[in-house]
DNA sequence: ACCCATGTGTTACTATATAGCCTCACTATA
DNA sequence: TATAGTGAGGCTATATAGTAACACATGGGT
């Protein structure tokens, strides 16, 4: 199984991080979209953990990283970049990114979010998006995109309560 | 079809409006949370159409209501408010709210929204809620609360494509 | 050399949301 | 009746998120 869909257990970020930013410097040499030193840094950052980022922690991030300060635009251009690019996707109910880890393919957007530990995990299923279509089409309406946040408790945050017998 | 699930079709929009606040009304009563004139009023005006509506917007209609300056605390408790009774939800992809036709039974927020004219429908699919729970069960996450914001053409605002035949 | 397109720096600003404090009205006791 | 508690809402100020507009730089084509 890829590193990349395994947000909720134990894995080799490192290589999360590397293929993520080795994939994106490849489908941007596809498209002829070029992929700056700023914008790799960008997603880089973003690519640090399994927990969204909001723009502003990102900036000082940044401000930090390269010891100068770094205006909202900076890093809000960097962003558009990579929501164009398909390579992050913006969680709305944190106002926050987070790195897409199948970039290149079209896909919707959703995730589930852990309210505790803040871990995003994006989940591709084509029922999920079949059900979508299926729910919208009986209404007659169009669909072009879809954002689904799904917001709970992930297997390490939620109470083990599978066998709470209380056995002496 | 009662007129609030109508949000894309001709219908009879006052009965929406005081429905709701009818609905409303009796829901507080049962529950002993104290339907204020303000928050009566609040409810209202989201409820003045099927788009959902800024709460800065929102404020500015307040203000001339009542010939007086409304200041941003004001709007977002009575907001606070009707989230928390279920009579308003928040749509993120917009910063703005809609009110619930189906407000008392515990449901998701689920919406159609026309990026053309603006309209957002609530769609209560249990398929849809199940297709969701399914998902996040394969991996072991649960789920507490969901956000689905599907965006696109209404059957108004879609382009009418089904006999694109140019008949002379 | 020049032009042009694209990316980034910078300032200023708009938009959205919250913190904290005060007063008022209502209610529950003493 | 006094009086303390509670919750609603007015108010100022502030925090957080996002954009507009212009200046400058680079790099490629002519
Ligand atoms: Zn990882
Ligand atoms: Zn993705
Ligand atoms: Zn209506
Ligand atoms: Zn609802």
């Not at 996707?89 to 970039?103: K, Q, S």
Request: proline share 6%; net charge negative; glycine share 6%.
């Amino acid at each position: 199984m890829p590193q990349k869909l395994l947000a909720f257990h134990r894995h080799n970020h490192t290589h999360c991080v590397s293929s993520a930013l080795a994939e994106a410097q490849e489908l941007c040499n596809e498209r002829g979209a070029r992929l700056t030193p700023l914008r790799r840094q960008v997603l880089e950052l973003i690519w640090q953990s399994h927990i969204p980022l909001g723009a502003y922690a990102l900036m000082d991030q940044l401000a930090e990283l390269t010891t100068r300060r770094v205006a909202p635009p900076t890093v809000y251009r960097a962003l558009d970049f990579l929501l164009e690019q398909g390579l992050v996707h913006r969680i709305h109910g944190l106002n926050a990114f987070i790195g897409c880890p199948t970039p290149g393919e079209h896909h919707q957007s959703e995730f589930l979010l852990c309210r505790d530990c803040g871990v995003a995990k994006e989940i591709d299923s084509e029922e999920l998006s079949q059900a979508i279509r299926i729910v919208a089409e009986a209404d007659g309406f169009l669909v072009e995109n879809n954002s689904v946040e799904v917001t709970g408790l992930c297997p390490n945050c939620r109470p083990k309560d599978d066998a709470p017998h209380e056995r002496a």
